[in-house]
């Protein structure tokens, strides 16, 4: 088992809808999540930072951590053409040099 | 702020050649970068940890003989990848970390397109 499960898509969505994203993980010792957008052939861009459970937003970006199930969610709201990309989710524990563990990535397509 | 750039951004080689990809923080000193290799439609894995003035830390499975790494400066690491084979190419990615932190705090480079024909 993968210490990240990430549904890879291919997720194709209308422009002007909701796209949900998520993770889950295995390792309780994981407390600190990113998301990450990666276009083609280019390096991936932070999206996102939390370390709660709870909500962040940040414009039409909104994170979701849920620690006690493991479990953690990107919605993007008001999806436009210039989302699509692939989307990583990425995790850090305490003391663990800062090193990340990602997920496979979900690519995302926003069809006009 | 926070722009790592690399270079080469694509290389094509001939099998058992040797190939130098530079990763450079350019508006910030980074005493940590790290080293990915990525496969298409894979997420990237870690290869290697970099700290200025000090050997790399390789990831359990990474040949530090084969994926040699030199971090002489606060702003330049370098990955070479020796005796290339066709099993090598792949995406490589670097990034460059501002400040201690959890992982908020690294930036990748736009990554290094390696083809070992």
């Known amino acids: 088992q993968k210490e990240v499960e990430q549904d890879p898509g291919p997720l194709s969505v209308p422009e002007g809808a909701i796209v949900s994203l998520n993770c889950t993980y295995s390792?309780?010792?994981?407390?600190?999540f990113m998301w990450y957008r990666q276009y083609s052939r280019k390096g991936p861009e932070l999206l996102m930072y939390t370390y709660s459970s709870g909500n962040k937003e940040d414009g039409r970006f909104t994170a979701q951590v849920d620690k006690s199930s493991k479990y953690i969610s990107l919605f993007i709201r008001d999806s436009q053409p210039s989302d699509s990309a692939t989307y990583l989710c990425?995790?850090?524990?305490?003391?663990?040099?800062?090193?990340?563990?990602f997920g496979t990535g979900t690519q995302l397509k926003v069809e006009l | 702020g926070a722009v790592v750039s690399q270079h080469p951004s694509w290389v094509i080689c001939k099998s058992g050649t040797s190939v130098k990809i530079e990763c450079r923080s350019l508006d910030f000193q980074a005493t940590t970068m790290f080293w990915y290799r990525q496969f298409p439609k894979q997420s990237l894995m870690l290869m290697a940890t970099s700290n200025e003035g000090s050997k790399a830390t390789y990831e359990q499975g990474v040949e530090k003989d084969k994926f040699l790494i030199n971090h002489a400066s606060l702003t330049l690491s370098t990955l070479t990848v020796t005796s290339a084979h066709p099993e090598d190419s792949s995406f490589y990615i670097c990034s460059a970390r501002t400040d201690p932190g959890q992982g908020e705090t690294q930036y990748f480079g736009p990554g290094t397109r390696l083809l070992v024909l």
């Open positions: 390792n309780s010792a994981f407390q600190y």
């Open positions: 990425a995790m850090s524990m305490p003391g663990g040099g800062n090193k990340l563990t």
